[in-house]
């Protein structure tokens, strides 16, 4: 089997499929005679009897049959080959490469990754999903060439900023939490004798800068999903955003705490989300059509930034 050669292979599919050598012979311009001899020979060098010969039309063997899949996916894996190779060779990125700020809505990238995949379905994809400055990191180290960031995380020089839509927050408290049960709406005051959940920065975890911080007593977690899980579990209030608690404010395991000001303002405040990348980098199709594509999607369900 050392001499299989990927035509042996496709005219024994083409066979197969046609249901005859000749048919097999007319649809791959050769004579009858050279698609027998090349059935033949892989029959001799497999050690196996693909067709049964005894009747009008050739009849698949058991043998045929149970390996007619695997010859269907070599000619396909062959064929995804070749178009991969001439995509790259015509600039196409193998791989791209999206760090993904946990702000954003997980069902916008879904239905990007879709249509990605539709258009560039040969391209590799690698996603990162990293909590504030996780994202302006891999962007800046070129691990990945798109980031999708809260923009304020990612003021650096070496990025360009591409607006993407804004984020609301809100914040919730389980119904049991000592919060939940006060009437009307809540003070910076009231807040403070309660343990706050704050979001923290796994890349620089003493960054001193907090946003929206009013307790004395802070638990800091560097994952959005952990703090979700602590908020249900009534360890503490906190921020979050509306699009990850929404099922939760409908179903009562979490209760939006009202306040009479956030952080001077009467109104809750929202995380502006960018697409960014590097300034000095040249960015391939896929990735420039990715960007676009970000963007569109978001503005379909988000606010524009």
Same mark, same amino acid.
């Given at each position: 089997?050392?001499?299989?050669?990927?035509?042996?292979?496709?005219?024994?599919?083409?066979?197969?499929?046609?249901?005859?050598?000749?048919?097999?012979?007319?649809?791959?311009n050769?004579?009858?005679?050279?698609?027998?001899?090349?059935?033949?020979?892989?029959e001799?060098?497999?050690?196996?009897?693909?067709?049964?010969?005894?009747?009008?039309?050739?009849?698949?063997?058991?043998?045929g049959?149970?390996?007619?899949?695997?010859?269907?996916?070599i000619?396909?894996?062959?064929?995804?080959?070749?178009?991969?190779?001439r995509?790259?060779?015509?600039?196409?990125?193998?791989?791209?490469?999206?760090?993904?700020?946990?702000?954003?809505?997980?069902?916008?990238l879904?239905?990007?990754?879709?249509?990605?995949?539709?258009?560039?379905?040969?391209?590799?994809?690698?996603?990162?999903?990293?909590?504030?400055?996780?994202?302006?990191?891999?962007?800046?180290?070129?691990?990945?060439?798109?980031?999708?960031?809260?923009?304020?995380?990612?003021?650096?020089?070496?990025l360009?900023?591409?607006p993407?839509?804004?984020?609301?927050?809100v914040?919730?408290?389980?119904?049991?939490?000592?919060?939940a049960?006060?009437?009307?709406?809540?003070?910076?005051?009231?807040?403070?004798?309660?343990?706050q959940?704050?979001?923290?920065?796994?890349?620089?975890?003493? /960054?001193?800068?907090?946003?929206?911080?009013?307790?004395?007593?802070?638990?800091?977690?560097?994952?959005?999903?952990?703090?979700?899980?602590?908020?249900?579990?009534?360890?503490?209030?906190g921020?979050?955003?509306?699009?990850?608690?929404?099922?939760?404010?409908?179903?009562?395991?979490?209760?939006?705490?009202?306040?009479?000001?956030w952080?001077?303002?009467?109104?809750?405040?929202?995380?502006?989300?960018?697409?960014?990348?590097?300034? /000095?980098?040249?960015?391939?199709?896929?990735?420039?059509w990715?960007?676009?594509?970000?963007?569109?999607?978001?503005?379909?369900?988000?606010?524009?930034?």
């Amino acid at each position: 089997m050392d001499t299989l050669t990927l035509d042996q292979v496709a005219v024994f599919l083409a066979v197969a499929e046609h249901g005859s050598f000749s048919a097999a012979a007319r649809a791959l311009n050769r004579a009858q005679s050279a698609v027998t001899y090349v059935v033949q020979k892989l029959e001799e060098q497999s050690g196996t009897v693909l067709f049964d010969r005894t009747q009008y039309r050739p009849v698949l063997t058991e043998a045929g049959r149970s390996l007619l899949p695997q010859a269907r996916r070599i000619i396909e894996a062959v064929g995804a080959f070749r178009m991969q190779a001439r995509s790259i060779a015509g600039g196409l990125e193998a791989e791209l490469g999206l760090a993904v700020s946990s702000f954003f809505p997980m069902a916008q990238l879904a239905e990007a990754l879709h249509a990605f995949h539709a258009r560039y379905p040969t391209v590799a994809t690698r996603i990162f999903v990293e909590g504030l400055s996780g994202v302006t990191r891999l962007v800046e180290t070129e691990t990945c060439p798109l980031g999708i960031s809260v923009a304020f995380v990612a003021a650096s020089e070496l990025l360009r900023r591409v607006p993407l839509a804004d984020v609301e927050l809100v914040m919730v408290a389980a119904p049991e939490h000592p919060l939940a049960r006060l009437p009307g709406r809540l003070t910076p005051e009231m807040l403070r004798d309660h343990v706050q959940l704050v979001l923290t920065d796994r890349t620089a975890p003493n /960054d001193s800068r907090d946003y929206g911080v009013y307790a004395a007593q802070t638990w800091r977690l560097a994952d959005l999903s952990a703090k979700h899980a602590l908020l249900l579990a009534g360890l503490g209030f906190g921020g979050m955003p509306l699009h990850l608690v929404r099922d939760d404010l409908r179903d009562g395991t979490l209760v939006r705490l009202q306040l009479t000001e956030w952080e001077g303002s009467d109104r809750p405040p929202t995380v502006p989300l960018c697409v960014t990348y590097r300034r /000095d980098a040249s960015l391939g199709p896929a990735a420039t059509w990715m960007m676009q594509h970000l963007v569109e999607v978001t503005h379909r369900h988000l606010p524009p930034a």
